[in-house]
């Protein structure tokens, strides 16, 4: 039964013979006769698969009266009829693309033959039809069949790179690579006229193009979406490859393309409603994506890819997190250059504060429209839209794990931090921590799975690559007079800071005290959002550093006797070596992780331990005495080994990609991670369900999104103070309004 529409020609009306299962090849002409040639060419090389499918070729000349292509194909055709069968049909009166290729549908059903539509304005490459054929019998559902070309839509394999279809010195090689990397056949919505395999059964069930479509356009969707209201199916032979130069077919055609194209389209969204709706949700789906992702593998014509360091969550401050990603980025231009093109995904405040114009390293927005092959997040991630951006913007992504500090902080965790790391690095290809210490964290707090590489890479153990200037200032000499404690830290408890600058304080009130990331205001709070005590007693200076300059940083360094790091936790400790650089000796926990830089830096004598902060108090009774050591013997402890560690792991994710689990992680990405099981519902129910979900992800987005932009709003001094003040100011008119609504009750 074919419907209520038919579309055949008389010859349809044939009675059908059994015969051979062979394959009937169409290929219509209208001018262009420079195409005959490369086409032909191509099929005379495929001979020997045209024999293998029984395929006959049947050429179209729908140009009546005009000679040069009547020459053309004259010329070609005796030894086209010697490698294959084939044969010419001459058209006595043009019928357009529809009309010319109904009359070979109707031939293929009369003789119960797979047919295949081929445009004149393509190439072909061995081995094409063979696949197709092949993927055709992989599904009983399948019904239309492309081969994969550098120009077909959504048949087009992404590489953004290749040369022109007439340039004799195209290269398959990049097409063949990508395909290589994908499952044999991908489903699709539709198919794509240039090179399409029909099977004989559908035709013959659900006819051929509707004439209505005219010279051409949309008709194979129309043909495509009518069998697929009865479950039939296209796919895309990805092992096969069929060039097509695009619109030649049509170039001297007396409608143009957008013409046609409004009108057609038109029909087709009338008649099939959810259309455009299914090639929308394709191209957005996580096997399309990922495709175009893995695009980003092909190399470019100088041998490079893509790879972006994603500094995204710096701010337009100096942080232990941006010192990281400065140094790791620097290294990487000797070593990485050669192979990849780099890129910085951060801010233009954070750019320009951070002066990565200097390294040459071009700038991308975050959320902008790039791909890359490979990023590097530097610094854990923080949410979801993070997350989300790293997997769609990149075949292979890596995080650098500084530690697991946030998670482990009462006052920084939640149960959602967990979820998102975890899924995070469990989806992620690799990552590296910047200590042996803060790797073992990682592992026993999340389940990893075996393909996700993970190694320490830790910070330059070099103390030339913390000099700013080049030059190390000379050893202090101890004025007993004047002797100042510097206190490394910041405003978050586990730092420790103002803790341990009262005490210092308060046990030594001749000595000068500075805490370096903690400012002490007059007349007014300073920034203390998590209750903590002020910094006391008169020989305290309290400074904020957050936008000091390297330079001005070592000039601190430089002014003190002693330097006080009293963190509990930490994934590395620069502030040993910035100690270490000013020739200051430095007093640290003894915490796990600098013990392992203490061995990293052979045992300097000038790092000290303590476990308490009166054991602190009691060692520095003694003032320590800078000790001269020699250079460390070890040959490569620097920066550049540590990116060298760093890419020796991108290289091993590189060779390990895989399609399926780019896939598998973007779908993943996508579905609220916090679904639980729902009572069987209706599907208007459902619907109503989806709607409501979808505006509560919206507000949740904008909820965290906002809390975020406070918070950091809050770190800045100025913008807290004023906050507190304005805040302080509206509790009376609050207590008032509240006042008054109990009053109206009660009188209710």
């Not at 400074?543 to 000039?555: I, Q, S």
């Amino acid at each position: 039964m074919r419907g209520e529409t038919e579309y055949w020609p008389d010859v349809m009306q044939e009675t059908a013979k059994p015969i051979e299962p062979k394959l009937l090849i169409a290929v219509p002409f209208y001018k262009n006769e420079q195409l005959v040639g490369p086409l032909l060419d191509s099929l005379i090389l495929c001979a020997a698969d045209l024999a293998a499918v029984g395929a006959e070729v049947v050429l179209f000349d729908d140009s009546p009266g005009y000679a040069p292509l009547q020459t053309a194909l004259e010329a070609i055709l005796p030894r086209a009829k010697a490698a294959f069968n084939c044969r010419l049909v001459r058209n006595e009166r043009n019928l357009g693309f529809v009309q010319t290729m109904n009359t070979a549908i109707a031939e293929a059903v009369s003789r119960r033959l797979d047919v295949l539509l081929l445009n004149s304005d393509t190439i072909v490459h061995p081995g094409a039809f063979p696949e197709m054929l092949r993927v055709a019998d992989l599904d009983p559902m399948i019904a239309f069949v492309n081969p994969r070309s550098d120009n077909a839509t959504l048949a087009t394999l992404s590489i953004e790179r290749g040369t022109a279809v007439e340039d004799a010195r195209f290269d398959a090689a990049p097409y063949e690579a990508l395909a290589a990397r994908l499952p044999e056949f991908s489903y699709v919505p539709t198919a794509v006229g240039f090179c399409m395999l029909i099977r004989w059964h559908i035709i013959a069930e659900f006819g051929g193009f509707d004439p209505v479509f005219g010279a051409g356009y949309n008709e194979e969707n129309d043909l495509v979406m009518r069998a697929g209201r009865c479950g039939y199916r296209a796919v895309l032979a990805n092992r096969a490859f069929v060039r097509h130069e695009g619109e030649k077919s049509f170039a001297v055609a007396e409608q143009s393309k957008t013409a046609l194209e409004n009108v057609n389209s038109a029909i087709l969204q009338k008649r099939y409603p959810e259309y455009a709706g299914l090639i929308a949700a394709y191209f957005a789906s996580p096997e399309a994506v990922a495709e175009h992702l893995l695009g980003k593998m092909i190399p470019d014509d100088a041998g490079r890819l893509d790879v972006a360091f994603d500094f995204s969550s710096f701010a337009d401050r100096h942080t232990g997190t941006s010192k990281a990603g400065r140094q790791l980025m620097q290294s990487a231009i000797d070593d990485w250059r050669q192979r990849f093109n780099i890129f910085v995904l951060c801010s233009k405040d954070a750019y320009a504060f951070h002066r990565y114009s200097e390294l040459g390293i071009p700038r991308r927005e975050p959320d902008g429209p790039e791909k890359f092959a490979v990023i590097f997040r530097v610094g854990q991630v923080f949410d979801w839209h993070a997350i989300r951006r790293l997997m769609m913007k990149s075949a292979v992504f890596g995080i650098y794990m500084l530690d697991t500090i946030s998670l482990d902080c009462t006052q920084l965790t939640s149960a959602e931090l967990y979820d998102i790391w975890q899924f995070s690095l469990a989806r992620s290809d690799f990552f590296v921590t910047p200590s042996s210490y803060s790797l073992d964290q990682v592992r026993r707090r999340f389940a990893l799975p075996e393909r996700v590489m993970h190694a320490p890479a830790l910070h330059s153990l070099d103390l030339d690559d913390y000099t700013p200037t080049g030059t190390r200032p000379a050893a202090k000499q101890v004025d007993p007079r004047r002797f100042v404690m510097l206190v490394i830290g910041n405003h978050f408890p586990h730092k420790f800071l103002v803790q341990t600058a009262n005490a210092l304080a308060a046990a030594f009130s001749e000595r000068s005290i500075v805490a370096l990331g903690q400012a002490k205001l007059d007349n007014s709070e300073p920034f203390n959002p998590y209750g903590l005590p002020q910094l006391t007693g008169g020989n305290v200076t309290g400074v904020d550093v957050g936008h000091f300059t390297d330079e001005e940083l070592v000039a601190f360094y430089g002014d003190a006797d002693v330097v006080v790091f009293p963190s509990h936790y930490e994934g590395f400790g620069f502030p040993i070596m910035d100690a270490l650089v000013a020739r200051r000796p430095i007093f640290v926990r003894r915490l796990p992780v600098f013990e392992e830089l203490y061995d990293g830096l052979e045992r300097n004598p000038n790092i000290y331990f303590y476990e308490t902060t009166d054991d602190l108090v009691a060692q520095l009774q003694e003032m320590p005495v800078w000790q001269e050591v020699p250079i460390p013997s070890q040959p490569d402890i620097g920066a550049a080994r540590s990116a060298r560690e760093i890419l020796a792991l991108v290289d091993a994710a590189l060779l390990n990609v895989e399609y399926q689990v780019i896939v598998d992680r973007l779908r993943a990405v996508r579905v609220d991670v916090k679904l639980i099981a729902r009572p069987a519902q209706t599907a208007e129910a459902a619907v109503e369900t989806a709607q409501r979900e979808l505006l509560d992800q919206v507000a949740s987005f904008a909820a965290v999104r906002f809390e975020w932009f406070v918070r950091q709003a809050l770190q800045i001094r100025f913008v807290y103070v004023v906050s507190r003040t304005i805040f302080r100011m509206l509790r009376p008119v609050v207590r008032g309004l509240r006042a008054m609504r109990n009053a109206m009750r009660r009188g209710a």
